[in-house]
């Protein structure tokens, strides 16, 4: 079974807006890189499904776009080549290498997460993970805390209806200052 992994930046404050945080440099892009180029596939809402293609779709001809830094190429064709899930009830169709998720959300993604895979099923945004952590399917939680204090945007996972407690599995610092802080579910104690 895949694991069910939600990545995203996030402010000291709580922010989970794109640009919140701090711009991407080199090393960050790296790490998000290498996090797309890990995943057997995406899973995204409309709203960041359509961000996402809008930024970084690969031209049908010609170069990347003028504003990408030869850096940002390498997660621009990760995210470009990786499968992707799309959960909508307003799209009629969806392209990019993606197929549109419908029905029960929970059933939906408990069928993905148990499809063959070496990768985890990645997700990210903020209103859809929200859903998936309120039906307990998220396995790991990956937050990029960027040393700023935004005081504006949406928040991480506003609304929770109950507390999740987890527990560190892993961690890397940035030269910036942010830090990647990776978490998974606390197995309750007896």
């Known amino acids: 079974m895949r694991l069910l992994r939600y990545s995203i930046n996030v402010t000291l404050d ?11 440099d080199e090393e960050s892009m790296r790490f998000w890189t290498e996090d797309m180029q890990a995943a057997d596939a995406v899973l995204f809402g409309r709203v960041t499904y359509q961000m996402m293609e809008e930024a970084w779709r690969k031209p049908t001809v010609g170069p990347w776009p003028d ?4 850096w940002e ?6 995210i470009d080549a990786v499968h992707k899930h799309v959960v909508s009830s ?3 169709a969806v392209t ?10 929970g059933a939906a993604v ?16 903020v209103t859809l993970p929200l859903a998936l952590a309120d039906l307990g399917l998220i ?6 805390v960027h ?19 987890l527990e560190l599995v892993d961690r890397r610092d940035f030269r910036s200052g942010a830090c990647a802080l990776s978490f998974r579910p606390a197995t309750p104690t007896a």
């Open 14 to 24: 709580g922010s989970c807006h794109h640009e919140a945080g701090l711009p991407p």
């Open 67 to 70: 504003w990408m830094d030869e």
């Open 73 to 78: 190429v390498p997660f621009a064709e990760a």
């Open 90 to 92: 307003t799209l009629d």
């Open 96 to 105: 990019w290498n993606a197929e549109l998720v419908r029905g029960d959300l």
């Open 110 to 125: 408990q069928q993905l997460k148990n499809e063959p895979g070496d990768g985890p099923l990645a997700v990210g945004g």
């Open 139 to 144: 396995d790991e939680y990956v937050f990029v």
């Open 147 to 165: 040393p700023v204090l935004a005081g504006h945007g949406p928040t991480l996972l506003a609304g929770l209806r109950e507390r999740i407690q």
